[in-house]
């Protein structure tokens, strides 16, 4: 492999976490539908998913949920997909998370725990 294939991964990468905050939907999916990992991470450990349930996109949570993403997988700061989802308050996105098996107690600090800070214990029940 070359430094130039190096460099278009790391750009069609780039695109693609531009792609989940913006919220594009199908052009993600297609992507990942294409063969892009479903549990791809930038930098700093954040993957797809994560930042589909931090940006509050339930709908390409729901669907990378499910092409197989783990929604336990913490990034390089130890925050699960589903703390970032109820440290923005993204009640659509906790119930996805929640119902495809999303640990409230994982991750430092725990959804849970960052719930009780925000007084957003209802999102969890």
Do not use: C, W
């Amino acid at each position: 492999m070359t430094g130039g294939s190096s460099n278009e991964a790391d750009e069609v990468a780039a695109q693609l976490f531009d792609m989940v905050r913006a919220g594009q939907a199908d052009s993600l999916l297609s992507h990942v539908e294409a063969g892009v990992p479903v549990n791809l991470t930038d930098a700093t450990g954040n993957s797809l998913l994560t930042l589909a349930a931090y940006h509050g996109h339930a709908d390409i949570v729901q669907r990378l949920v499910d092409a197989g993403a783990d929604v336990n997988r913490l990034n390089d700061r130890g925050q699960s997909p589903l703390a970032g989802a109820i440290f923005k308050g993204e009640e659509l996105v906790v119930s996805v998370l929640i119902g495809a098996g999303a640990d409230p107690d994982l991750g430092e600090p725990s959804a849970r725990a960052i719930a009780a800070m925000f007084g957003r214990e209802s999102l969890l029940t």
